[in-house]
């Protein structure tokens, strides 16, 4: 009756130490692989931020620059609108 108890303790004891075994085991190599692959994740996650902030940038760049040039022209087409006008008015002898 004593050698079922000591079998059974000693297939018990052994499939908690291989189960404890396995689990230590596992957690050791995710972790040796794991970070690498957060960390190649994390690298195309800040490549790909890069080029697009530097196209949004690009493009901001660019309509500063049309509404810089459109108000330069708007500046320029009031000018001499207003300069016509002073001259009608000057014609006119109301100026």
Do not use: C, N
Request: glycine share 6%; charged share 35%.
């Amino acid at each position: 009756m004593f050698k079922r108890t000591r079998w059974f303790a000693a297939g018990a004891a052994i499939g908690a130490s291989g189960t404890v075994v396995g689990y230590l085991r596992a957690r050791q190599i995710a972790r040796r692989h794991v970070p690498e692959s957060v960390q190649d994740a994390a690298s195309r996650v800040v490549q790909r931020t890069d080029v697009e902030v530097r196209e949004l940038a690009d493009r901001v760049s660019t309509t500063i620059d049309e509404l810089r040039l459109t108000a330069a022209d708007t500046k320029r087409t009031r000018r001499e609108a207003e300069q016509l006008l002073r001259r009608q008015l000057e014609r006119a002898g109301l100026y």
